[in-house]
């Protein structure tokens, strides 16, 4: 078991603006980040060390104020691509026709709930709709509270859940200014590189979630649940064949906890071949997270549970979202759906994920700092370090390639505890020639940067 550890002020920041920077900026974007301070206050960030103006978008491209295309590689909110003619009019029947919440008997919900379940193994019986991941990630924590009696939590030393005031305290990756819950412990991420190898990585977390199960039992928490993002994406991205995950869920159980998979990032077919990231691990999880892709960019998200984990707290606790599952929010999500299925993007993140992680792999041989190219589907991680022999991450490394290919006009961004893994998660839509624009600016940065 790691202690919970929050990064430190000195860590590089990951992919954002240095306002100290602001005098650098052409004026009209001075102005606009003046603003954004007075008027949003200072909580807010801005991608990039030149923050873009973005000002439309279709498909894998955005479009700044100039007109000037950027590849999007990075955005999984748009998930079957950015203003989806199909998306966009389902929206817009819906919002002219009705709009309400879920209190009255719709159909809408009924179909697309059943065909939403219908992705998931026949154990997972119920869905219940929130609008934000951080709300999905909420509720099925406070379900697993009530269903198990207990109040620990076990997560990765590099996690993110969300941002609510009670996820937030099992969201190690928010930094040393939200601390962890003292309910909370953390695991390693399985990170194949740092334990010595593929074959140590299972005996590691197996290891260390037995450690953590005993501290949170001799501090009188108990385990209420272990919570993962099923690719790791805040631990830099780790997607392992199957199996290693099993033993996690074995001990898991053995204590009466719940294992929740957090599929905000990796779901709806973005690691190919499978609907879920759980399924490439052969597991069936106790309670299913979603959100950002749900709805191509209109707020829903869900959390899909066992059917008994329900029945208690559905007798005893009413729940209600004024907006969580409203009419609008269902018919995108029923669009998404359906393009998913009818333009067989799962089975395109399977084939143009492979040809990425396989052209990146090709680039890497030839620079030291690339310790390894990882991941599954669209969502690939590239291994930034000081050197192969010592693979000590090299965020500030990373943050030039980011920055570099930002200006380029490829977007993508960085991962990881020290931001040191470059991340590639573009719209399912992506194309092998977005792949092959994309490849080609990083040759080149990679030769400038890395050189």
Known sequence: MTKPRRP??????????????????????????????RLLGPGYRLFYQDPVEIVRAAGTLLYDADGNDYLDVYNNVASVGHCHPYVVEAIHRQLATLNTNTRYIQQSILSYSEQFLGTMPAEIGHVMFTCTGSEA????????????????????????????????TFSPSLGAGVPLGAHVRTISAPDSLRHGGEENVADVMRREIREAISDLERHGFGVAA???????????????PAGFLQPILEEVHNVGGLFIADEVQPGFGRTGQHWWGFQRHGLVPDIVTTGKPMGNGIPIAAAAFR?????????????????GGNSVSIAAAQAVLDVINDEGLVGNADNVGNYIQSEISKLAAGYEQIAEVRGAGLFVGVDIVTDRDSNTPDGQAALRVVNHMRRRRVLISASGPRGSVLKVRPPLPFSISDADRMLESLAVVLNEELH
């Not at 993002?229 to 631990?235: A, E, G």
């Open 137 to 168: 990630n909420d509720l099925a924590m406070r379900v697993a509270r009530y269903y198990t009696g207990k109040q620990g939590i076990i997560v990765t030393a590099g996690a993110y859940h969300g941002l609510t005031s009670d996820v937030s």
């Open 226 to 240: 272990f919570i993962a993002d099923m690719i790791f994406s805040s631990d830099g991205i780790y997607a392992h």
């Open 8 to 37: 430190k002020a000195s860590d590089p920041m990951v992919n954002g603006f240095d306002k100290s920077r602001i005098d650098e900026l052409p004026p009209r974007t001075r102005e606009q980040v003046d603003a954004r301070e």
């Open 307 to 323: 059917p008994e984990l329900l029945v208690e707290f559905g007798r005893n606790i009413r729940y209600f979202n004024t907006f």
